[in-house]
């Protein structure tokens, strides 16, 4: 879900209608979307976003053989530039381990795994960094659809570096010590859209209208979404529109119940809650991606392209502290990967994967690619090791309490 980086509002045309169903309407539109608007328009963005990505059938991320990451896909991801980026994370898990004696058993879960790739590269890197290491290293893969499952096993099984376990939940397991890898999955959760009016709030629902999908407009009556925006800045201007993720607490819930001692490393794109709704940031941060390109309008072709929405990383962080987790440090990926990298790069051989691993070391750091583009929060929970601290200087600890 690699997208571009709004640090400047962009200006966006308002957003057209989705064609109707005799103009090529897509399944989930057809199958879908279309009966459940007719029985209860409107829906929350939420709800629509949700079936648009995760429905079980026609989402966009429940079809194992449709191409989303790398050059045929839709977008460029970590994971995508090669294995450098799972060696790195690698290197940080063995440290984990290590900080805690290393258990003969350390289980690692990874949520939102894609095609397995990155489960992979970290198999691979844990064998080459300490074979013990790989030994004790119990790598689970977690996604809900249930073809995906299937593919991610038909392709762990062919695997050299082992097989990873997969489940459909996290709810679905509990171990004493481990870590959680959620790599550009906070910014996959639906968001509800809001817009400022009359010195209020107003939430943006999907309706149907003559057979095409459009927006209305509705108060928001009490609840926790008006909570959350009474968090807001208050002086916001008139039209000011954003998103807003109640997901993250039930998200952040679900997790804390895997481990009972744990590091949670996230990776993502966003701001803290300041840049987040910076009065000039008036178009929100919202964006769809096919082929590479960027598009401003989540009805068109539901279920046919990414949605995605940037992190709000100072909501995430709260939302992680009621469920128990404890900030350890964030910073931008350049100054994480660079430390993660800095005692073994001056070491490495002569050879041409060392070439290729410097290349994709580049992407992954230099700041006009991924490096300023993402950013590295690091969680805790339980009575992890006190040898266990952030790799880097703390960027955003400030601004997250």
């Not at 690699?2 to 539109?29: H, I, M």
């Not at 790739?117 to 977690?142: K, N, T």
């Not at 910014?187 to 817009?195: E, F, G, N, S």
């Not at 997901?247 to 993502?268: C, E, K, M, Y």
Request: hydrophobic share 35%; glycine share 8%; aromatic share 8%.
């Amino acid at each position: 879900m690699e997208t571009g980086d709004p640090v400047r509002p962009c200006q966006r045309a308002r957003s057209k209608s989705y064609p109707p169903s005799e103009s090529g309407a897509t399944p989930l539109f057809e199958c879908i979307l279309r009966p459940l608007l007719e029985r209860s328009s409107p829906l929350s963005f939420s709800r629509f976003m949700e079936l648009a990505l995760y429905h079980g059938e026609h989402g966009y991320y429940s079809d194992p053989d449709r191409h989303r990451v790398g050059r045929t896909g839709d977008f460029a991801t970590n994971v995508s530039v090669g294995p450098a980026f799972g060696c790195l994370l690698a290197r940080r898990l063995h440290h984990v381990w290590e900080c805690h004696e290393r258990p003969s058993s350390f289980p690692v879960v990874e949520l939102g795994p894609e095609d397995g790739s990155l489960a992979l590269d970290i198999l691979h890197a844990a064998r080459e960094i300490c074979p013990r290491f790989r030994q004790a290293l119990h790598y689970i893969a977690c996604d809900p659809s249930e073809r995906k499952r299937q593919a991610l096993a038909t392709r762990f099984a062919g695997s050299p570096d082992g097989t990873p376990a997969i489940v459909s939940s996290p709810v679905e397991i509990h171990y004493p010590l481990g870590v959680v890898i959620a790599n550009e999955v906070l910014d996959a959760l639906p968001v509800h859209l809001v817009r400022r009016s009359r010195d209020s709030w107003v939430e943006r629902l999907v309706s149907l209208e003559d057979g095409d999908l459009g927006w209305t407009e509705a108060p928001i009556p009490g609840g926790p979404l008006l909570e959350h925006l009474q968090s807001l800045p208050a002086d916001l201007p008139e039209g000011y529109q954003t998103e807003a993720c109640l997901q993250l607490t039930p998200f952040f819930h679900d997790l804390s119940g895997i481990f009972d001692t744990a590091l949670h490393l996230f990776v993502d794109y966003g701001f803290d809650r300041d840049d987040y709704y910076h009065p000039d940031r008036n178009e929100g941060t919202l964006q769809t991606y096919a082929g590479h390109r960027a598009g401003t309008d989540p009805l068109d072709a539901p279920g046919q392209r990414d949605i995605t929405a940037h992190v709000d990383f100072t909501s995430a962080v709260e939302a992680a502290h009621r469920a128990g987790l404890h900030l350890l440090g964030s910073a931008r990926q350049e100054s994480y990967l660079t430390t993660l990298a800095a005692p073994f790069l001056s070491s490495l051989p002569d050879v041409p994967e060392t070439s290729s691993f410097i290349r994709q070391f580049r992407t992954l750091t230099h700041p006009g690619l991924f490096g300023s583009r993402f950013h590295v929060l690091e969680l805790t929970q339980g009575a992890v090791s006190p040898r266990l601290t952030f790799p880097c200087p703390d960027q955003m600890r400030t601004s997250l309490h």
